[in-house]
């Protein structure tokens, strides 16, 4: 799927003439990698008013969408944060229509979110950030240990809190023995909360078996 620029009339904070600007309307970030890394460094849909050179961003609704992340984000507009429950209807026919048509070769089968203005986009890509670089931790811990790395689906470990990447039990396949090769891993001196969090749940009576790519 392509990034998609629409445009727009916007107003200057400095009350100046109205003016036309191209913004981001789609941003497909594994096609794009530059415009997640405008994203989350605060540049994306950054504009400069011609008439008195103030930069301001101009603050459209935009959908995020990053495949492999399994991340679909609906990025709403600030102002509009008192129409949230007739925007979150709208976000779930819109999800319909993405998931039927522009991206039918993607089989989405996960949940969109939606977040209010590009700030709040800028932080879930921040914690997203921080959670790969901690699950890349797991991965790196676990190899050291001898021990094979399992992938977790992006969607499920965001959802619960685990790392993208756990240690694979050996033997036979459950959430106990998740658990087990997660201790192990832990008792090797890594530091993850989130590692931490998943060998907690998996030692629960009753969990179902995480879900793996
Ligand atoms: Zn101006």
Redesign the pocket.
């Known amino acids: 799927m392509k990034s998609i620029k629409n445009e727009a009339a916007v107003c200057?904070p400095?009350h100046?003439e109205e003016f036309e600007v191209e913004y981001w309307s789609l941003i497909s970030a594994d096609q794009d990698p530059d415009l997640k890394a405008a994203a989350m460094g605060g540049e994306l849909n950054l504009v400069q008013?011609p008439?008195?050179g103030?930069f301001f961003h101009h603050d459209g609704d935009l959908i995020y969408l990053d495949a492999p992340a399994e991340l679909l984000l609906f990025v709403f507009s600030e102002k509009n944060r008192s129409h949230e429950q007739e925007l979150r209807a709208r976000m779930q026919r819109d999800y319909e229509i993405i998931k039927n048509t522009l991206a039918k070769q993607l089989q989405m089968d996960y949940p969109p979110i939606c977040v209010f203005g590009l700030e709040a986009l800028k932080d879930v890509l921040q914690r997203e950030e921080k959670q790969a670089f901690e699950s890349e931790a797991v991965a790196a811990a676990s190899a050291a240990q001898g021990m094979q790395v399992a992938r977790l689906k992006p969607s499920y470990a965001r959802e619960h809190h685990f790392p993208y990447y756990v240690p694979a039990p050996g033997g036979k396949v459950s959430p106990n023995a998740y658990a087990i090769a997660a201790s192990k891993v832990l008792k090797s001196g890594l530091k993850s909360p989130l590692l931490l969090n998943f060998k907690d749940q998996m030692s629960q009576e009753g969990v179902a078996i995480p879900l793996t790519l």
């Open positions: 200057c400095n100046c008013c008439k008195c103030n």
